[in-house]
């Protein structure tokens, strides 16, 4: 059964401090991992990662993919308190694609 | 562009009951996918419609149906209501090769 597994369940840090949210995914046929972030009801678009060591970088906000070990990190520098949100990691293992595995999420606390 | 539209926000049904969400897709997307989150937990992927035919679907019993139209919105339906059927209904479009962008998302509430 394909598996993705996010640690921790939940952060709470303060403005400024970096932070790094963790994905490791058990699934058939990987295509991509991307990462959302969730603050109220619709998951907004971060990252999609197709090819191992390569960072992705948008802004405050970067991630990589390591597909030897099966993982994937989200990192945040100088965090906000608008950064304060629900983390979603997926994997999508079909063909026809767009069809995803979400972890549970990490809940990010960022106090001011 | 209205991005991902869906219809109702919020609902709440008897246990029993049947109930239709509805979606509409971003400008340009020609696929809709449905998940569904519980309270504490990350979105389940319940099925994916493709050209008015279901493409793709996950561990979800067949009360849970759905249906895509020419102009690609597509309708989600639940019967026979159970109180475990309660979460948050996210729709989300996408075409060949790009991300998916979704929905604000149903909040359907079964008593």
């Known amino acids: 059964e394909d598996k993705v597994v996010q640690s921790p369940l939940s952060l709470v840090v303060h403005e400024g401090d970096t932070v790094t949210l963790n994905c490791s995914y058990e699934v058939t046929n990987f295509r991509s991992l991307l990462w959302y972030k969730q603050e109220k009801k619709a998951p907004t678009f971060l990252f999609m990662l197709?090819?191992?060591?390569i960072e992705k970088k948008s802004g405050r906000l970067s991630s990589i993919l390591d597909k030897k070990e099966l993982f994937s990190i989200l990192n945040i520098t100088a965090t906000q308190t608008g950064d304060s949100a629900i983390y979603l990691c997926a994997v999508d293992n079909s063909s026809a694609g767009n069809m995803l595995t979400f972890g549970g999420g990490t809940r990010l606390m960022v106090k001011p | 562009d209205a991005g991902v539209t869906q219809s109702p926000t919020h609902l709440i049904k008897t246990r029993g009951q049947q109930v239709t969400l509805r979606c509409s897709p971003k400008s340009g997307h020609d696929t809709v996918s449905w998940y569904q989150q519980a309270l504490g937990q990350g979105p389940q992927f319940i099925f994916q419609?493709?050209?008015?035919?279901?493409?793709q679907r996950g561990n979800f019993p067949d009360r849970f149906s759905g249906h895509q139209f020419p102009n690609y919105s597509s309708e989600l339906n639940v019967n026979a209501l159970l109180l475990g059927d309660s979460a948050l209904y996210l729709c989300?479009?996408?075409?060949?090769?790009?991300?998916?962008?979704f929905g604000q998302g149903t909040r359907l509430t079964v008593v």
């Open positions: 989300a479009s996408s075409r060949t090769g790009i991300e998916a962008f």
């Open positions: 419609y493709y050209e008015e035919e279901e493409r």
């Open positions: 197709t090819s191992s060591g």
